[in-house]
């Protein structure tokens, strides 16, 4: 087939030339990307801003024009001669990128932080697409999720180098926060589209390019104030341009800072350095070095229930207090894990291949307050809220539900000296500490693209990973106590058989283990372009190990707690295609599929690592097929995709960590959930059009039906035993059979998302634009343990309940949407140019009308059977009712920046 694909006969084409300038200044723009819409026909500008395309060009068409920090030229063609001279075509640069960093910032100390499945939607900002644009820049504040995808379905890469954590799937944002400057230069595949540099997920692909000469030279100086999560950010950035002696390098840092974000007692404290050197060996082959620190330390917030809105309001989180005077939290996490990225580029008329190689190291920790036989210090617990006396079994007691209100609204947050005067003995009663991760990570990879001729191209690359990754508990702060007894409170036994029982402040308690991981990776994929329509198929191959060693022999799991478990080990498989056929130069419809297989990530494989090496028995792969229809639609004024899509996973592995109780007894349990199916399907819509030079339109609409596909089985691991002898398996678990939750939506953000956009962009360089935004059908995350069998059951008598039919089980656990919200977000800018410095401002402001809104919640497990569950209903102010997360009201985000 390779053979008969290089002897095709050629055709007559087309040569379409021009010049490439920056708007201001009149200089020309280095690596302007220039290409025929719908076709893969593409070109670069030269040091002189100029290019030239060979293209066998047949009808009218739509040429592209675009560079990092511009605004994306498009213009109208028709094959009237064989030789197209367009001159110079002007860019005009783009201020709208200085969003994107709060955007990614508030979507991941959100959500990401309190494990829930959010999608990390900021690589988005790599696209000029109108629909996924809105999607992370308006939808995002509701943390909408493109097609229903958790985002380790995308994967990110930074020169080449995959950056998806194996503890989770998904990247981890952080790690380069604060350094817009030098992250944007990007390149972003949709969906189950071909990428040059990796298989990658189902979701899209992002690689962020940090070579200093893919960047705009010069000094760049901007200051941001905001009041969402950070208030203020300082950003300088130098890069020398590439030198004639062939040597680039890059230098940029920022700070964040905040005493309080929107949320109450979210304090933020950030830093991010950068450093690039790139060398031009000769006119083939460079190499560059990129290092980079992002630390991020910031207070966390909670979810919360409906009677604690309605007492404190959408901003209230019970994760801080006053102590003398400052705000301090609870709940903080430290994020500080830098890397070293050393690349080898070739690059020929006819063959790419990039080689690196990175380290990345450093620690990930979240602070708690641990309470030891002492009163729970979280002002939110069931116990001190109204609802507990007015839930009572014994009857309500207004009286008291009364006094517990008027005592939360007095001393609604974290009492500091409290805690202080309750450490008065030696031993520690309470004990601030941090849940740790130390990551050591190696990764060698390489990719190669291979241009066999115009028609004929091949791409393919190779990965391979080792991490190793120490966890344990540190205490931080004893409170004023002397030492901490390291024993499980509710089984009177010790954590560190073999270690000191008193442990002091710096110490390691609680648990220590550690994780091993491995991952081989192929991938290749070939392409085949036409003048009327073009092909690829793709192929991976991926091996992977995970092993758990543990560091404290836990006296609950004397036979599997200390030392290493055996090796589980997964080998999947993936492949994908994609055809597109164009109908004319400006309409043409393509079509995506793929089947791939893929193991579960590290932290669904151990049950309970922090305590045993128990791994879930008979653990399976996960399955995607997937496949998407889309029509596109470039006309001069209107541009336009519209997209279907199905996609199923299934052998999904889940396990989530709660106190229960439940029909086979009470206790902090795992609880692992296999062979779960879900279902995504919807169709996507966006249109821009261009009413006037000044003037804008676009129409975004996303409707989606994401739920569960099937009835997965469902077992719970008990800490101290406490569920019924009988009961308990060989493995240590209860197996409660199928979980009914077949045809429940996911809690995956609004699964129909509508918006209308208009934008003003005066001959002056200054624009506003306007955004309103609909957002429905969005659910809190179901129990699962409430919808298998022990639910009916009585823990006290082993009988089930009379009262539980099908029809008052169906009404309690019914699941309703979240309420639907409209939302109108406005942005605005302007820039000068004095005396070759360019000055510009950009505003941003969200939620104009300050509505409130739910962006997603889960449900209480705790009442895990029927009884408890309908007595704590009984009033309409449940103890233990769903969790839900608010969106920010009113917010703002202001840049200012200097360039030269």
Same mark, same amino acid.
């Given at each position: 087939?390779?053979l008969?694909?290089?002897?095709l006969?050629?055709?007559?084409?087309?040569?379409?030339?021009? &010049?490439?300038?920056?708007?201001?200044?009149?200089?020309?723009?280095?690596?302007?990307?220039?290409?025929?819409?719908?076709?893969?026909?593409?070109?670069?500008?030269?040091?002189?801003?100029?290019?030239?395309l060979?293209?066998?060009?047949? &009808?009218?068409? !739509?040429?592209?024009?675009?560079?990092?920090?511009?605004?994306?030229?498009?213009?109208? !063609?028709?094959?009237?001669?064989?030789?197209?001279?367009?001159?110079?075509?002007?860019?005009?640069?783009?201020?709208?990128l200085?969003?994107?960093?709060n955007?990614?910032t508030?979507?991941?100390?959100?959500?990401?932080?309190?494990?829930?499945?959010?999608?990390?939607?900021?690589?988005l900002?790599?696209?000029?697409?109108?629909?996924?644009?809105?999607?992370?820049?308006?939808?995002?504040?509701?943390?909408?999720?493109?097609?229903?995808?958790?985002?380790?379905?995308?994967?990110?890469?930074?020169?080449?180098? =995959?950056?998806?954590?194996?503890?989770?799937?998904?990247?981890?944002?952080n790690?380069?926060?604060?350094?817009?400057?030098? $992250?944007?230069?990007?390149?972003? *595949?949709?969906?189950?589209?071909?990428?040059?540099?990796?298989?990658?997920?189902?979701?899209?692909? $992002?690689?962020?390019?940090?070579?200093?000469?893919?960047?705009?030279a010069g000094?760049?100086?901007?200051?941001?104030?905001?009041?969402?999560?950070?208030?203020?950010?300082?950003m300088?950035?130098?890069?020398s341009g590439?030198?004639?002696?062939?040597?680039?390098?890059?230098i940029?840092?920022?700070?964040?800072?905040?005493?309080?974000?929107?949320?109450?007692?979210?304090s933020?404290?950030?830093?991010?350095?950068f450093?690039?050197?790139?060398?031009?060996?000769? *006119?083939?082959?460079?190499?560059?070095?990129?290092?980079?620190?992002?630390?991020?330390?910031?207070?966390?917030?909670?979810?919360?229930?409906?009677e604690?809105?309605?007492?404190?309001?959408?901003?209230?989180?019970?994760?801080?207090?006053?102590q003398?005077?400052?705000?301090?939290?609870?709940r903080?996490?430290?994020?500080?894990?830098?890397?070293?990225?050393?690349?080898?580029?070739y690059?020929?008329n006819?063959?790419?291949?990039?080689?690196?190689?990175s380290?990345?190291?450093?620690?990930?920790?979240?602070?708690?307050?641990?309470?030891?036989?002492?009163?729970?210090p979280?002002?939110?617990?069931?116990?001190?809220?109204p609802?507990?006396?007015?839930?009572?079994p014994?009857?309500?007691?207004?009286?008291?539900?009364?006094?517990?209100?008027?005592?939360?609204?007095?001393?609604?947050?974290?009492?500091?000296?409290?805690?202080?005067?309750?450490?008065?003995?030696e031993?520690?009663?309470?004990?601030?500490?941090?849940?740790?991760?130390?990551?050591?990570?190696?990764v060698?990879?390489?990719?190669?693209?291979?241009?066999?001729?115009?028609?004929?191209?091949?791409?393919?690359?190779?990965?391979?990973?080792?991490?190793?990754?120490?966890?344990?508990?540190?205490?931080?702060?004893?409170?004023s106590?002397?030492?901490?007894?390291?024993?499980?409170?509710?089984?009177?036994?010790?954590n560190?058989?073999?270690?000191?029982?008193?442990?002091?402040?710096?110490?390691?308690f609680?648990?220590?283990?550690?994780?091993?991981?491995?991952?081989?990776?192929?991938?290749?994929?070939?392409?085949f372009n036409h003048?009327k329509?073009?092909?690829?198929?793709?192929?991976?191959?991926?091996?992977?190990?995970?092993?758990?060693?543990g560091l404290?022999?836990?006296?609950?799991?004397?036979?599997?707690?200390?030392?290493?478990?055996?090796?589980?080990?997964?080998a999947?498989?993936?492949?994908?295609?994609?055809?597109?056929?164009?109908?004319?130069?400006r309409?043409?419809? $393509?079509?995506?599929?793929?089947?791939?297989?893929?193991?579960?990530?590290?932290?669904?494989?151990?049950?309970?690592?922090?305590?045993?090496?128990?791994?879930? =028995?008979?653990?399976?792969?996960?399955?995607?097929?997937?496949?998407?229809?889309?029509?596109?639609?470039?006309?001069?004024?209107?541009?336009?995709?519209?997209?279907?899509?199905?996609?199923?996973?299934?052998?999904?592995?889940?396990i989530?960590?709660?106190?229960?109780?439940?029909?086979?007894?009470?206790?902090?349990?795992?609880e692992?959930?296999?062979?779960?199916?879900?279902?995504?399907?919807g169709?996507?819509?966006?249109?821009?059009?261009?009413?006037?030079?000044?003037?804008?339109?676009?129409?975004?609409?996303?409707?989606?039906?994401?739920?569960?596909?099937n009835? =997965?089985?469902?077992?719970?691991?008990?800490?101290?035993?406490?569920?019924?002898?009988?009961?308990?398996?060989?493995?240590?678990?209860?197996?409660?059979?199928?979980?009914d939750?077949?045809?429940?939506?996911?809690?995956?953000?609004?699964?129909?998302?509508?918006?209308?956009?208009?934008e003003?962009?005066?001959?002056?360089?200054?624009?506003?634009?306007? $955004?309103?935004?609909?957002?429905?059908?969005?659910?809190?995350?179901?129990?699962?343990?409430?919808?298998?069998?022990?639910?009916?059951?009585?823990?006290?008598?082993?009988q =089930?309940?009379?009262?539980?039919?099908?029809?008052?089980?169906?009404?309690?656990?019914a699941?309703?949407p979240?309420?639907?919200?409209?939302?109108?977000?406005?942005?605005?800018?302007?820039?000068?140019?004095?005396k070759?410095?360019?000055i510009s401002?950009?505003?941003?402001?969200?939620?104009?009308?300050?509505?409130?809104f739910?962006?997603?919640?889960?449900?209480?497990?705790?009442?895990?059977?029927?009884?408890?569950?309908?007595?704590?209903?009984?009033?309409?102010?449940?103890?233990?009712?769903?969790?839900?997360?608010?969106g920010?009201?009113?917010?703002?985000?202001?840049?200012?920046?200097?360039?030269?």
């Amino acid at each position: 087939m390779l053979l008969f694909m290089t002897t095709l006969l050629g055709q007559e084409t087309n040569s379409i030339s021009g &010049s490439v300038l920056n708007e201001r200044i009149k200089t020309p723009i280095i690596d302007a990307i220039v290409h025929i819409e719908g076709t893969a026909f593409k070109s670069k500008t030269d040091e002189l801003g100029r290019f030239q395309l060979e293209i066998p060009l047949k &009808s009218d068409a !739509i040429l592209n024009i675009s560079a990092v920090d511009f605004i994306t030229q498009r213009i109208p !063609i028709t094959p009237a001669d064989d030789q197209l001279d367009l001159g110079i075509i002007y860019l005009e640069s783009d201020i709208t990128l200085e969003q994107t960093d709060n955007l990614i910032t508030l979507t991941d100390s959100e959500l990401v932080d309190d494990g829930i499945s959010a999608v990390s939607i900021g690589f988005l900002q790599a696209t000029r697409d109108v629909f996924l644009n809105r999607a992370a820049f308006d939808f995002g504040q509701a943390f909408f999720r493109v097609r229903g995808y958790d985002s380790q379905n995308g994967q990110v890469l930074i020169n080449g180098i =995959p950056m998806n954590k194996f503890f989770d799937g998904r990247p981890q944002w952080n790690n380069w926060g604060g350094l817009n400057d030098v $992250t944007r230069n990007q390149e972003f *595949t949709n969906g189950l589209s071909a990428s040059e540099y990796t298989f990658g997920g189902i979701l899209g692909n $992002t690689n962020i390019d940090t070579r200093p000469s893919g960047l705009r030279a010069g000094t760049r100086l901007s200051s941001s104030f905001s009041n969402r999560t950070y208030a203020g950010r300082l950003m300088a950035t130098y890069n020398s341009g590439l030198k004639e002696n062939g040597l680039a390098y890059t230098i940029s840092s920022s700070r964040r800072w905040a005493t309080e974000g929107y949320i109450k007692g979210t304090s933020y404290d950030a830093y991010s350095l950068f450093g690039a050197l790139e060398y031009h060996l000769d *006119t083939r082959n460079a190499i560059s070095l990129t290092g980079i620190l992002a630390s991020n330390r910031r207070g966390r917030s909670s979810a919360i229930t409906e009677e604690i809105f309605e007492l404190a309001g959408k901003r209230y989180n019970p994760y801080w207090g006053n102590q003398n005077g400052e705000i301090r939290n609870s709940r903080e996490r430290k994020i500080a894990e830098p890397f070293v990225l050393l690349n080898h580029y070739y690059e020929s008329n006819k063959f790419r291949l990039n080689t690196g190689i990175s380290y990345q190291f450093g620690t990930n920790a979240r602070g708690r307050l641990g309470y030891y036989n002492g009163p729970n210090p979280d002002p939110t617990y069931y116990r001190y809220l109204p609802s507990f006396y007015v839930n009572s079994p014994i009857g309500a007691n207004f009286i008291s539900a009364n006094l517990a209100k008027e005592g939360f609204l007095e001393n609604p947050q974290i009492n500091w000296p409290k805690l202080y005067t309750g450490n008065t003995t030696e031993m520690a009663t309470y004990v601030l500490y941090n849940d740790t991760t130390d990551d050591k990570q190696l990764v060698f990879n390489s990719i190669g693209n291979l241009k066999i001729n115009d028609k004929f191209k091949m791409d393919f690359g190779a990965t391979y990973r080792i991490l190793t990754s120490d966890n344990y508990a540190q205490i931080q702060d004893l409170l004023s106590a002397d030492f901490h007894t390291d024993i499980d409170p509710f089984s009177d036994t010790e954590n560190d058989v073999n270690g000191t029982l008193n442990k002091g402040e710096g110490d390691v308690f609680n648990y220590h283990y550690r994780m091993d991981a491995n991952l081989f990776e192929a991938f290749a994929q070939f392409k085949f372009n036409h003048k009327k329509w073009n092909a690829f198929l793709a192929g991976s191959y991926n091996s992977i190990g995970y092993q758990r060693e543990g560091l404290f022999l836990n006296e609950r799991f004397p036979e599997n707690s200390l030392g290493k478990s055996d090796e589980v080990k997964f080998a999947n498989y993936g492949i994908k295609g994609g055809f597109d056929y164009k109908i004319t130069g400006r309409h043409w419809v $393509t079509v995506h599929s793929g089947y791939l297989t893929r193991p579960p990530v590290l932290q669904n494989v151990f049950i309970n690592p922090r305590e045993n090496n128990e791994t879930v =028995p008979d653990i399976l792969n996960e399955t995607i097929s997937t496949i998407d229809l889309n029509y596109f639609l470039r006309l001069p004024k209107l541009t336009g995709r519209l997209t279907g899509f199905y996609t199923r996973f299934q052998n999904i592995t889940d396990i989530n960590f709660f106190f229960v109780d439940a029909g086979v007894g009470s206790d902090f349990v795992q609880e692992v959930t296999t062979e779960l199916d879900q279902l995504h399907m919807g169709v996507e819509l966006g249109l821009e059009y261009q009413i006037s030079s000044d003037v804008k339109l676009t129409a975004v609409a996303s409707i989606g039906k994401h739920l569960y596909a099937n009835n =997965p089985l469902v077992s719970i691991n008990f800490d101290t035993a406490g569920a019924e002898e009988d009961l308990i398996n060989p493995e240590g678990s209860v197996n409660l059979g199928p979980a009914d939750i077949k045809d429940h939506k996911l809690a995956q953000g609004p699964q129909q998302a509508y918006a209308l956009g208009i934008e003003y962009r005066a001959p002056k360089y200054w624009w506003i634009a306007a $955004t309103t935004n609909y957002l429905t059908n969005n659910y809190a995350n179901i129990s699962k343990i409430t919808r298998t069998q022990s639910f009916f059951f009585d823990p006290e008598t082993g009988q =089930p309940f009379p009262e539980a039919t099908e029809e008052n089980v169906n009404k309690l656990l019914a699941q309703s949407p979240l309420d639907s919200f409209y939302l109108l977000n406005m942005v605005g800018g302007k820039s000068w140019l004095k005396k070759g410095k360019y000055i510009s401002v950009f505003l941003s402001i969200n939620n104009l009308f300050d509505t409130v809104f739910r962006t997603g919640g889960y449900e209480q497990s705790r009442n895990g059977n029927f009884g408890q569950l309908q007595q704590d209903n009984l009033s309409g102010t449940p103890s233990f009712a769903p969790k839900y997360w608010y969106g920010y009201g009113r917010t703002y985000f202001l840049n200012l920046a200097f360039s030269f």
